[in-house]
Each structure stands twice: as structure tokens, then as C-alpha cells.
């Protein structure tokens, strides 16, 4: 269920749960005290600072006092810490007054009043996004929120909150793709979606394999080839009239990962349906450029296929011609996110001569190694661009970390039958496959032999760790998490600086 949000004046709003910011004590030994809505109290006949002092509340961000009151038509109210008052505070704070109103019909809170624009944007994006479930259950589940409202004094939150109900609702339908189990989800019907995405407003357009083996997209369909559900590939085009520049991003779209003849352990494979959760965050993204108002040309391209080990499966040792004619020779069937992402990004740089393109995908568990599961690698090939999505993704409450492009690496890429092999020499003992991923990534920016970059600017999100969750953490949700569609959208937002 989605979550309906809306701007009511305080100071209660007629909501079962009413939730109110703390802060923490200006002294040593004391309890945290209530913020914005503390003139309600009396009136529900709450003594907060009785409860605080017997929870020991400190406001800190996530911390929640709940006090039964079952009066003026509310049940509820929940004291929530919000620390030092910060984005990433309010957020967390949100979220926590979510997972504590499980059950409830509707909730107010005071958490972003008087906070300005920005806070209202988050707090609002958190309590939808927390809010969030995904089942295939036979009987209904409870919603954990159906309606929350929040209670600021400012009629011009209202702008604010129009952008946090587009920019959630993207990271929903990112969500929902992913989370869509593999048996449902053929390339055929995420490409299906993609065209529903897109709708009337912007265009839309589909390779079948019979379009993908004339134009030359081998990549997409050595990958595709193992299984019974063929490949296919999507391009949408949001293009208002007078757009000057072009930004064009590429999701990784693998259905399902099996690892090929390359197979994967059970283990391993219990999370790949998520394994397009690049392509889904490009799609989610795609869905907001209207609502948000985004004045640049924005070209989705998203390579879909499932990764089987069928009988007609590209074998170890094949090598495969990509879209503009350069040859991988495919050394790992499990590496064929590259493979799939290369045919996409030869496209946009040959066909499409972008101003920035930006790919996003769950590639690589080196990823995870040193930046665990929270953090998403961020790859650039210019300053400006690495600095303005790491700062796009703080605002949206997600966490990039920009990694280095290693020029010493290069070479562990070389193959003696192809211009490139698309996993790593291990004799030239570099590790980092990650950084690899992202030099075999970026061979495809220029055409075969080529020595100018056809692409002024190029960045690589390897989101292998923060696309999918354990358990439920802030307004993170378990299952597929669609990371990246908020830092896309921010970075959008800001005129795409790159």
C-alpha cells in the first residue's frame, strides 16, 4: 500500500498516532526534551517529562518513548529523538516513528516544523519509505502506515512535499521490480513494465532478440542465450522541448543470476532477482522526470536478460562481438553484468553522443569488501561529477563513496584473442575487482580504436552491497531497497552537474 501523505496545520490533525520530536538534555544526568507540538500535551493530559525520565531518553536520533492516551481522538503519542536536528537525524527519526505505528491507521507528527523545505522533503520521503512492504501472500497483510500527515506551519511545504511523494513513489516502483520474483519476472516482462513506465508521457521503445542479433547487441544476448526467456533491450526518452544537455543512464537489467555455466552456490543465487536492481533504479527515476519537472533530455537505457546455464549458454572461452564491434573474451559467465552494460554504454556513445552518462548496477561483491552493505562505489572520471552525486546522494539519504579508476590495473584486462577479457588475469595479482569491473566499463566510452572520449563524462555505481537488505534498517526496507533512485534524482534535480 502506498503511504498518502499530507500538510495540515498543527496543531494534532486527527490522527491516531501523534508523534513529536525530542532533543537531548542541555545537561549532564538530565532527559530529553520535547520539541515542536509540546503544547498539546496538556491538553492530551501527557506528562512527557515523567515518561522520559523512566525511559531515560536521551534524543538521539531513533529513540521512541510511546505514551498510551486514548483521548481528543488520539491513541497514541510517540516522543522521538532527533538528535542534533540534522537531514540524516530527521530521517532516521521518521523512520523509527513508522515501525512504532505499525498497526495504525494514520499519524501526525511535528518532526519537520519549523525545519524549512529540506526537512520536510525527508521526513516525508522516510515515513513512505519506511512504510513500505512488498508480499505475495495468500491472505492480506496489515499496512504498516496508510496515511501520515505533517504538521508544519508553512503553506509552502506543500512544494516540498509534492517532491518527496514523487521522488518516494519512484524508489517504490524500483522496489517493487525488484522485489518481483525471477518466475515472473522475464525480461519480456520487465521490459513490458518499462514500456507502462513510461506511459504516454515519455517514449518508449523495445529490442526483441531479432532487433538486438541486426543491430549488433552481442553482449545482451550472450547472456540471454542459456535461457528459454530471450533478451531484450529498453530505451525511454523523457526530451522537454528546449533541453540543451543530455544525460543518458544505463541500468544493469539481469532478471536472474544463476552465474551460467559459471554456476553460482545456492547461497548465492537466493537474492538474484534483485540482480537487476540498476535497471529498476533507472526506471524509478525515470517515472519522476515529469512530476519533478526535470528540464534536461534523460535517456533511460536498460539491457534485460536472465543468465541460465541452458544448453545454448556462452561457455568459457567464447568470445563475443558487443555493439560497435568490440570483442570480450568471456573467461566467467558469473561477470556478465559488464557484459550487458558494455553493448548499452557502445550505444549511447556512438549513437546518442551524450553530454554525461551515468551506469548503475549491482556488479561486483568486491564492492562489498571494504564498503559493506551500506555503501554504493562510486567510479568518475571528473571531479565535478564524483563530488556532485556524493553530495546528491547525502541529500537523499543514501551513501556513495567515491572509489579510484587504478590506470596500473589495465592491463589485467588484456587477452591474447580478444581486445578485452571480461574478468580479471589473476596472474597479475591486482585484486580489486570492483575497480577492474569499472576499467572494463569504461573501454566502452570510446569505439574500437578510437583515442578521444566520445563522452565528456562517464560515472560507475557499483550498488552490489546497498540494493538489497538483510533486515529492516531506518527507512530502508528488507528485501530490494531501491538504492540510487533518490541520489539520481537529487543530482537530476541540480541540473546534473558533471
Not at 519522476?288 to 549458454?313: F, H, S, Y
Amino acid at each position: 500500500m502506498s503511504l498518502t501523505l499530507t500538510i495540515a496545520a498543527p496543531p494534532l490533525g486527527g490522527a491516531a498516532v501523534l508523534a513529536l520530536p525530542t532533543t537531548p538534555p542541555d545537561r549532564d544526568g538530565g532527559h530529553a526534551v520535547v520539541g515542536a507540538g509540546a503544547d498539546v500535551l496538556a491538553a492530551l493530559g501527557v506528562d512527557a517529562d515523567i515518561a522520559l525520565a523512566r525511559e531515560e531518553a536521551k534524543g538521539e536520533p531513533g529513540e521512541v518513548v510511546a505514551i498510551p492516551v486514548d483521548r481528543a481522538g488520539v491513541e497514541t503519542v510517540l516522543l522521538a529523538g532527533v538528535g542534533d536536528g540534522s537531514i540524516a537525524s530527521l530521517r532516521r527519526a521518521a523512520a523509527a516513528v513508522v515501525r512504532r505505528s505499525k498497526g495504525a491507521e494514520s499519524l501526525a507528527t511535528t518532526l519537520a516544523d519549523g525545519r524549512g523545505p529540506d526537512a520536510v522533503r525527508a521526513v516525508a520521503e522516510s515515513l513512505a519509505l519506511a512504510s513500505y512492504s512488498f508480499t505475495r501472500k495468500s491472505a492480506p497483510t496489515p499496512a504498516k502506515l496508510a496515511r501520515a500527515m505533517l504538521l508544519v506551519d508553512d503553506p509552502s511545504a506543500e512544494a516540498a512535499l509534492a517532491r518527496a511523494r514523487a521522488s518516494s513513489e519512484a524508489v517504490r516502483i524500483a522496489r517493487d521490480l525488484a522485489n518481483t520474483p525471477s518466475l515472473e519476472k522475464s525480461p519480456e516482462w520487465l521490459a513490458d513494465r518499462a514500456v507502462e513506465i513510461a506511459g504516454r508521457t515519455l517514449q518508449a521503445e523495445v529490442w526483441d532478440v531479432d532487433k538486438l542479433r541486426r543491430d549488433g547487441f552481442g553482449g545482451v544476448l550472450a547472456v540471454g542465450r542459456g535461457s528459454a526467456r530471450p533478451p531484450r533491450l529498453v530505451r525511454v526518452d523523457h526530451a522537454p522541448r528546449g533541453a540543451g544537455r543530455h544525460v543518458v543512464l544505463v541500468g544493469k537489467g539481469i532478471t536472474f543470476d544463476s552465474g551460467g555455466l559459471s554456476l553460482k552456490s545456492n547461497e548465492g543465487m537466493t537474492t538474484m532477482k534483485t540482480d537487476m536492481s540498476g535497471g529498476a533504479a533507472v526506471l524509478g527515476v525515470m517515472s519522476a522526470l515529469q512530476a519533478l519537472k526535470i528540464d534536461l533530455r534523460v535517456t533511460a537505457l536498460v539491457p534485460i536478460a536472465e543468465n541460465m546455464p541452458g544448453g545454448d549458454a556462452t561457455r568459457p572461452g567464447d568470445v563475443i562481438t558487443h555493439y560497435g564491434g568490440r570483442t570480450s573474451e568471456v573467461l566467467n559467465t558469473d561477470a556478465e553484468g559488464r557484459l550487458v552494460l558494455a553493448d548499452a554504454i557502445a550505444y549511447a556513445t556512438t549513437q546518442l553522443r551524450p553530454d554525461v552518462v551515468v551506469d548503475i548496477a549491482t556488479l561486483t561483491g568486491a564492492a562489498t569488501l571494504g564498503l559493506g552493505k551500506r555503501h554504493g562505489a562510486l567510479y568518475a572520471t571528473t571531479d565535478r561529477l564524483r563530488q556532485a552525486l556524493a553530495s546528491a546522494a547525502e541529500q537523499g539519504g543514501e551513501r556513495l563513496w567515491p572509489m579510484p579508476i587504478v590506470e596500473d590495473y589495465r592491463d589485467a584486462l588484456d587477452s591474447p584473442v580478444a581486445d578485452l577479457r571480461n574478468v580479471a588475469d589473476q596472474r597479475k595479482h591486482y585484486s580489486g575487482g570492483s575497480i577492474v569491473a569499472a576499467l572494463f566499463l569504461r573501454e566502452f566510452l570510446t569505439p574500437p580504436g578510437g583515442s578521444d572520449a566520445a563522452v565528456p563524462a562517464w560515472a560507475h555505481l557499483d550498488i552490489a552491497g546497498p540494493a538489497r537488505a538483510d533486515s529492516d534498517e531506518d527507512d530502508v526496507t528488507k528485501g530490494a531497497t531501491g538504492f540510487g533512485v533518490r541520489a539520481l534524482l537529487r543530482w537530476l534535480e541540480a541540473g546534473a552537474p558533471a
